[in-house]
């Protein structure tokens, strides 16, 4: 029998009591299964906080008491839930002893960082993982607790090799599939920390925030898995953030293409690199709500290969701010050949992703990730690129984009009746139309890129006042 992966993210993992729930999902589903788990809800953001501090304050007495500080917390964290979780005192204590080791060894990396007074990479990965190795060990031996055979994997242990980029790396398949499946054969509960894979040399690489998503989704290519469940605590994905509209509608199912582009601008429900390991091997992802035990396990959400148009062809509209604008200013740079290819390979040497490029005769619109924008145009103004004249750049923009099959070839009439008269991007200058109607300040927008999404970059106040207007236009006030 093919494997279901299940994946728990911080969400699901806030409280002791939490732990309750999760163990009530294993126990639905009553199969052989491998759990991937995130860290306790901002328990990442506290080890990042901690590495800052033990970073700026290196050598001082102050910042090791405080690093020394939050592992205390951390331990104190881990008693709590094992007091509120394993009944049998031994077995409480000898997990407790076994979260200890590995609380010294995160101990040990902090105290390393206060020595040398900087963060190599590799430790900034090792570190962070932390969050991850705590919730599988401690998940673990709560389910042996409650006689569920259980056991834990770490990505060291099975082979999950990535590529070695530090910070963000990306599984590598041709070297993880085969030992992966093999380690993860039997018919227990297998539980595995996502977030981080290893290098060839055994480093830890975190795979970006957020990674536990694509950790799972990598482990369920390796063993061929039959879906990919993430349990979340809202209704699978949604047609806009909650927080920006009243009452968004929950969408049943989505392609490969459309969940990808949805995370890519801004949906946070699961990580923007997902699909990527298993939209060619056609295994689904489902969403489901941990809140909502009564469902059992129906999904709100199916993300796979099919293809779907809706009526109104949108099926979620989404929005973020992570994004700038570098613009190359010049009467040619258009026309001019080569200026393109300068310009991505100076920010390729500095390890700067673009988002997009955008096109006229006078100016040259690169999107950045926000974080990147400041590095981007020190190394461009320094560049001096031929035929540019200006270099500018633009952090007060957000991008709402409109994500749904036939967003580029539909025409967006509403009335279902004609999907084909080719004009395009009819769907985007709907969109378009209703936030400029409703008064929201865009400076650019774009269609076409993508079978099945277009975006628009708007004033940075006006991101919500956008996302309303376009929501509205789509799916009613
Ligand atoms: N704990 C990590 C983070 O907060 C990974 C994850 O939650 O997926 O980014
Ligand atoms: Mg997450």
Redesign the pocket.
């Known amino acids: 029998m093919k494997k279901i992966v299940v994946k728990f993210?911080?969400s699901n993992l806030r409280q002791p009591q939490d732990i309750d729930r999760v163990i009530n999902v294993v126990q639905t589903y009553n199969r052989p299964l491998v759990l991937v788990v995130?860290?306790f809800y901002g328990?990442?953001?506290a080890l990042i906080a901690c590495v800052q501090s033990a970073k700026e304050g290196a050598g001082t007495k102050a910042a090791l008491a405080d690093s020394r500080d939050y592992t205390q917390t951390l331990r104190a964290l881990k008693k709590e839930i094992l007091e509120a979780n394993i009944a049998d005192p031994k077995h409480r204590a000898e997990t407790e002893k076994a979260l200890g080791l590995r609380l010294d060894q995160l101990e040990r990396y902090l105290t390393g960082i206060h020595c040398i007074g900087d963060v190599p990479t590799f430790v900034n990965d090792a570190i962070?993982s932390y969050?991850?190795r705590l919730s599988s060990l401690l998940l673990t031996e709560v389910l042996l607790s409650r006689g569920i055979k259980a056991r834990e994997a770490l990505p060291e242990d099975i082979g999950l090799i990535t590529d070695g980029v530090f910070g963000n790396s990306a599984c590598d398949f041709t070297a993880s599939t085969a030992s992966v499946a093999q380690a993860l054969n039997g018919d227990e509960i297998i539980v595995v920390p996502?977030?981080y894979g290893v290098d060839r040399d055994g480093k830890t690489t975190l795979f970006?925030?957020?990674?536990?998503?694509y950790?799972a989704a990598s482990i369920a290519r390796c063993i061929g898995a039959e879906s990919l469940d993430v349990w979340k605590d809202v209704d699978g994905f949604l047609s806009a953030d909650p927080g920006s509209v009243g009452a968004p509608r929950s969408i049943a199912q989505l392609n490969y293409l459309e969940a990808a582009e949805l995370s890519y601008f801004g949906a946070k429900i699961l990580?923007p690199r997902t699909v990527e390991p298993l939209f060619d091997q056609d295994i689904p992802i489902r969403i489901l709500n941990i809140t909502k035990p009564e469902r059992g396990l129906q999904p709100y959400t199916v993300i796979n290969a099919e293809r779907t148009v809706t009526r109104d062809v949108v099926k979620s509209v989404s929005a973020t701010d992570d994004v700038a604008i570098l613009k190359l200013h010049g009467p040619g740079v258009g026309f001019k050949p080569g200026i393109l290819a300068q310009v991505t390979n100076t920010l390729d040497q500095h390890d700067i992703n673009i988002k997009s490029v955008l096109t006229a005769q006078t100016a040259i619109n690169i999107l950045l990730a926000r974080d990147h924008l400041e590095a981007a145009y020190a190394a461009v103004a320094e560049h001096h690129v031929g035929g540019v004249v200006e270099v500018s750049k633009d952090d007060q923009v957000a991008i709402v984009a409109v994500v749904g099959d036939g967003v580029l070839h539909a025409s967006g009439v509403g009335n279902g009746s004609d999907n084909s008269n080719g004009k395009g991007s009819a769907i985007a200058s709907r969109a378009l139309s209703a936030a400029l109607a409703g008064g929201a300040r865009v400076n650019l927008a774009a269609a076409g890129a993508s079978e099945v999404a277009a975006y628009m970059l708007v004033h940075q106040e006006d991101k919500k006042l956008a996302l309303q207007l376009v929501h509205a236009e789509f799916f009613g006030a």
């Open positions: 993210g911080g995130s860290a328990i990442t953001n962070l969050g991850e996502g977030f970006g925030r957020g990674g536990s998503d950790s990580h």
